[in-house]
């Protein structure tokens, strides 16, 4: 990640000798630049199942930015200059690596990285699918204690089982989030507590729920899994 800080903070030193004293894009860049730094653990930690693609994904949250900008400006749009630190302390709130970075997977060399790294656990993360047979290799595992409002014979349960869940999850209001355990900070596992099943190796949380836990996922898929 240090690497990835002396990249972006370089950059900002070419920003500076490209534009006026007070430039406001300039100035976005270096708050942006400065809440990084502030915020560089965190990240780290967000990204950490990114292994070597990560510090490639916080120079691209950066540069990615100031080329649509840049464009835009060029083609005599009206665009606001990006807010670097809004969106990190976004990212803080939500947690969302989609959200933060959602571009990587369309550049190819990046694209190559991913699939060379270790699946995240972040909240609702944007990751490659996995292969057929890697996922077959992998065991399943029931969830014995499955709660029975999502089971198929429910009406709730057949929407539940319907699609993707990463689909259902993209289409969530901005800020909504799936419930953590809050000991280990973990996603809970949708496919283990909703669908009753998983794959050996998931980085989501399998813990069992308390009741109140139960409560509170149950509120959060009735939301995720009624959308239309
Ligand atoms: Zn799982």
């Not at 990046?110 to 292969?131: C, E, F, M, Y």
């Not at 973990?186 to 909703?194: D, E, I, Y």
């Not at 099943?197 to 139960?214: I, P, S």
């Amino acid at each position: 990640m240090v690497e990835a800080l002396d990249q972006v903070d370089l950059y900002r030193v070419r920003l500076a000798l490209m534009v006026t004293a007070g430039n406001p894009l300039y100035t976005a860049y270096e708050a942006g630049v400065q809440e990084l730094q502030l915020m560089r653990s965190f990240v780290e930690q967000q990204l950490k199942s990114y292994g070597k693609l990560a510090p490639a994904l916080v120079v691209l949250f950066f540069q990615h930015h100031l080329d649509v900008y840049i464009r835009a400006k060029v083609k005599g749009e009206d665009v606001d200059v990006p807010n670097f630190k809004k969106m990190l302390l976004n990212f803080k709130q939500h947690r969302k690596v989609q959200d933060f970075v959602p571009m990587y997977t369309d550049i190819p060399i990046l694209a190559t990285l991913s699939a060379s790294s270790p699946s995240p656990d972040a909240s609702g993360a944007t990751r490659p699918p996995p292969s057929p047979a890697a996922s077959k290799a992998r065991k399943r595992m029931k969830n014995n204690k499955w709660d029975a409002r999502y089971h198929k014979s429910t009406a709730f349960g057949q929407k539940v089982h319907k699609g993707k869940i990463q689909d259902w999850l993209n289409k969530l209001p901005e800020g909504v989030c799936i419930p953590i355990n809050p000991t280990t900070k973990k996603t809970r596992c949708l496919s283990f507590h909703a669908r009753g099943e998983c794959r050996e190796g998931c980085q989501r949380c399998h813990a069992e729920l308390n009741e109140t836990e139960a409560e509170e996922l149950f509120v959060f898929n009735q939301q995720l899994f009624n959308q239309e």
